[in-house]
């Protein structure tokens, strides 16, 4: 049994700290940490640690697909993800004095083909009783998935007719 897990939203996390922040100076601030993330990733990352071997996908903006990768590693299992026009989005994380910020830089428009094309990949290569876990954002924002419902349930569909099993996180309760 393999286990795919497709990644809808990569994107980049970094957390940057800052003793505190002083409107109209410069401040001084440093990043402690930054990670590829995605809940595909995520998936991944928990399956490799069960010493399982998952195989991550997805679609990466191309102008910063190279950080991205860089920062993933081998920590989410195989991967194999596409590359579409734009950049993988950035979520930073500001802490100062206390408090904490979150800033976003949107990632690349979903590229339908390009989820077709890997979709049509992945579905060669499975075999009955594989499993792909398709991971989004949270269930408040079934608006703004990347791809419309009816086509996740009709990808969905094929792999349940090739004999694999769809798991979903909570955005995908209605599919």
């Known amino acids: 049994m393999s286990v795919y897990t497709i ?6 996390e970094s ?3 800052a003793d505190s922040l002083i409107s109209g100076r410069v401040n001084s601030i440093a ?21 399982m071997e998952p195989h991550a996908l997805g679609l990466l903006g191309r102008s ?10 081998n920590r989410a ?3 194999e993800f596409s590359l ?22 949107a990632g690349a ?7 077709d094309a890997l979709a049509a990949g992945l579905l060669r290569r499975l075999e009955p009783d594989d499993v792909v876990v398709l991971c989004g954002r949270g269930p408040m924002e079934l608006d703004t998935l990347p791809l419309p419902q009816d086509r996740l349930a009709r990808f969905c569909r094929k792999v349940r007719a090739a004999g694999g099993r769809v ?5 995908f309760t209605t599919l």
């Not at 990644?7 to 980049?12: A, D, G, H, S, V």
């Not at 990043?31 to 010493?51: E, F, H, I, K, T």
């Not at 910063?64 to 590693?73: H, I, K, P, R, V």
């Not at 004095?97 to 830089?105: A, N």
């Open 77 to 79: 299992g195989e991967r």
């Open 31 to 51: 990043c402690s940490r930054s990670r590829a993330m995605g809940g595909g990733v995520a998936a991944g990352r928990v399956l490799s640690r069960l010493r």
């Open 7 to 12: 990644t809808l939203r990569p994107y980049l």
């Open 167 to 171: 798991v979903a996180d909570g955005v």
């Open 84 to 105: 579409t026009d734009g950049r993988v989005a950035e979520r930073i994380l500001l802490r100062a004095g206390g408090s904490r910020l979150w800033l976003e830089r």
């Open 64 to 73: 910063n697909a190279g950080e991205y990768l860089q920062l993933l590693e």
């Open 109 to 115: 428009a979903w590229d339908h083909g390009a989820f």
């Open 15 to 17: 957390i940057w700290t």
